[in-house]
């Protein structure tokens, strides 16, 4: 297979930091980006940078003009890009009505406009050369949409949206805009959890105040008892580097614990969509 330029955000943990390592040793060059690269997560940083075939860029996803800079950098050095995987993103939870419209504003710029910003970066690029290949880690909350992580799962839905769109949209250009929907999986990701900053709200729920944090523990007691192992992600993002262009699934389910409903959801939803499109004169557009 050949190697190609691959770009990924958010390394610096979980499903990026595996995926970065294990596309450089399948021989990729990588540019693994992530945020305070010389001081909060400098010593990832530095045993990044130190494996052959990966370069660490520093880069905030919420910074347009960061983006398309570090972007354009690596297109003029490696005259490409092929892949461009949008990990980046943080995860909320708690009772939604504790979240300002700060908080909101603050999840969507990372887990939504964020992947937009490097996609408007690399999308003139792939155009050009008549390929490539853009992967989004989206969740099986962005297929169902469970209380107490509402505006996470929010900000996940549009991801699907912007992803299922785009897709068919640049799909006759050459380029594959895909999913993966990843489920639960034992990672830094719950280590960061963010929640609203209007908790006086949380006394008028009553018991229900204790749900989010019963639910932690039953996640905690899944990681324990079922082997989800993070790198099945990544392994999924390697399955679709190597996929055909034009043969890539739209969805990819990576998900040990609701996986199968998630895939029903996702065929159903398939028919509806060709049904939907077919109706508006766009059934060509599945093709």
Do not use: C
């Not at 943080?90 to 009772?95: A, E, H």
């Not at 155009?127 to 209380?147: K, T, V, Y």
């Amino acid at each position: 297979m050949e190697n190609k330029v691959v770009f990924i955000t958010g390394t610096n943990s979980g499903f990026g930091y595996l995926t970065a390592k294990g596309a450089a040793a399948k021989g990729h060059k990588v540019y693994a980006s992530m945020r305070n690269t010389t001081s909060r997560n400098a010593e990832r940083a530095a045993e990044l940078n130190a494996i052959e075939n990966i370069t660490v860029v520093d880069l905030d996803v919420t910074d347009g003009n960061r983006a398309k800079e570090v972007l354009s950098e690596v297109i003029e050095k490696e005259g490409r890009i092929d892949v461009l995987v949008n990990n980046a993103g943080y995860f909320g939870g708690g009772i939604a009505e504790t979240y300002t419209e700060q908080d909101v504003e603050n999840m969507f710029d990372v887990n939504l406009k964020g992947p937009w910003r490097t996609i408007k970066s690399a999308l003139p690029q792939m155009r050009n050369q008549g390929e490539g290949l853009i992967i989004n880690i989206s969740s099986s909350l962005g297929r169902f949409s469970a209380p107490f992580m509402t505006v996470y799962n929010s900000t996940k839905f549009a991801l699907e949206g912007l992803t299922e769109g785009l897709h068919f949209e640049v799909r006759p250009l050459g380029v594959d805009v895909v999913l993966v929907q990843p489920g639960a999986f034992p990672t830094e990701i719950f280590q960061k959890t963010a929640y609203g900053a209007d908790q006086d709200v949380t006394a008028g729920y009553g018991p229900l105040a204790d749900v989010p944090e019963q639910i932690g523990e039953g996640m905690g007691k899944a990681f324990e008892s079922l082997d989800l192992n993070p790198q099945m992600v990544a392994d999924a993002i390697f399955k679709l580097i190597e996929t055909p262009k034009g043969q890539r699934p739209l969805r990819t389910v990576v998900d040990g614990i609701t996986g199968e409903h998630v895939k029903i959801a996702n065929d159903n939803v398939k028919e509806g969509y060709s049904n939907f499109l077919t109706a508006f004169g766009m059934a060509e557009m599945l093709n």
